[in-house]
């Protein structure tokens, strides 16, 4: 890995973190450390970067605002890639073109000053637009699905091709990209349409009410654990078994909320994991209901 290192640096790609903590990373404020991380500067770079990984049989994965994620707490020996270069954002009539690594509240608060609705529902979304269509983010009845018209990718044969809506197979916190985990989201393209702005402004005002009053957004964490089972919220589920406020280590099930759980003290990834296990668990043996983690467990197997 080291002399891998001293050769990405000399191929001058973009910013190298070398031993960077994960905690730096990730909303959770947990993870072990990565060997490296790289933002290469463009698709060039990315390609270039990707094809010299493969060829020396490097483990990587591209992580956004690792707001959906938790790393176990050993290291992660590949590289993790950040495109945090591929920011641009650009509003083209009702259109907005956003690169992958654009944060989602960013664009969502700009079309908003614009008068574009549509985007509403991800101003409390604190992720990439990657990593949101990813596992198509969504919340108030809406998701990603409902606004992107195409993306850009990155495919496994490093060939840039354009995606449209019906080839995503876009569904309840699920998309293509979370299926195929070898395809990069490079850029997207958001249809909007024309709103009321004030009205709009109103609905995200009240709308983040809601949430600082009902989602324990001052300690860090990584939103909803679970996803809801067919006619069921699991936060209900979870209170009603009455585990609100239950603690492994620094972990805890938040009071506010029982489908996330914060890192209230310097918590390891085990104890969240062992929470997220006891959950499934009485939750299975109580209504026989199998939940499925909506958040991406990472470096996990050993
Ligand atoms: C306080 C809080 C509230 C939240 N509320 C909501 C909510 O209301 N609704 C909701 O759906 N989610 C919510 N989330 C979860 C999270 O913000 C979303 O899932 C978000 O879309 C994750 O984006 P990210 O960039 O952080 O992805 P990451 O966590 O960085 O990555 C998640 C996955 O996406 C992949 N990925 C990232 N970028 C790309 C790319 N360019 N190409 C291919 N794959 C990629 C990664 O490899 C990883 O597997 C919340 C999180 C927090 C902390």
Not at 123 to 134: D, F, L, V
Not at 209 to 226: D, I, N, T, W
Request: proline fraction near 2%.
């Amino acid at each position: 890995m080291k002399e891998l290192i001293n050769e990405l640096k000399k191929m001058n790609l973009g910013k190298m973190v070398l031993n960077a903590s994960l905690k730096d990373y990730t909303t959770y404020k947990i993870g072990g450390k990565a060997a490296v991380i790289i933002y290469p500067k463009n698709i060039d770079c990315l390609i270039l970067l990707i094809k010299k990984l493969k060829i020396n049989k490097v483990k990587f994965m591209v992580l956004g605002n690792g707001s959906n994620v938790l790393f176990s707490d050993r290291t992660y020996d590949g590289v993790i890639i950040k495109l945090d270069e591929f920011d641009k954002i650009e509003f083209i009539d009702n259109k907005v073109i956003a690169g992958s690594g654009a944060s989602l509240m960013k664009v969502a608060y700009q079309s908003v000053r614009r008068g574009l609705t549509g985007l509403e529902f991800a101003t409390g979304i604190p992720g990439s637009i990657g990593g949101a269509i990813y596992m198509n983010a969504g919340a108030y009845k809406s998701d990603m699905g409902y606004v992107v018209s195409k993306i850009k990718v990155l495919t496994p044969k490093m060939t840039v091709i354009t995606m449209v809506n019906r080839e995503l197979n876009f569904h309840y916190r699920t998309s293509f990209l979370k299926d195929h985990k070898d395809y990069i989201c490079l850029e997207a393209t958001l249809q909007l349409k024309k709103g009321n702005k004030e009205e709009m402004e109103q609905i995200v005002l009240d709308r983040k009410k809601r949430r600082l009053e009902s989602q324990p957004l001052e300690y860090p964490s990584a939103g909803s654990v679970f996803r809801n089972p067919p006619d069921m919220f699991c936060g209900k589920l979870i209170e009603d078994l009455g585990y609100k406020g239950l603690i492994k280590g620094g972990a805890k099930i938040s009071e506010k909320h029982a489908n996330f759980i914060v890192n209230f003290n310097h918590a390891k990834a085990k104890d969240v994991k062992e929470l997220i296990d006891f959950i499934k668990q009485v939750v299975k043996e109580k209504y026989n209901v199998d939940l499925v983690v909506e958040q991406e467990l990472i470096n996990w197997e050993s």
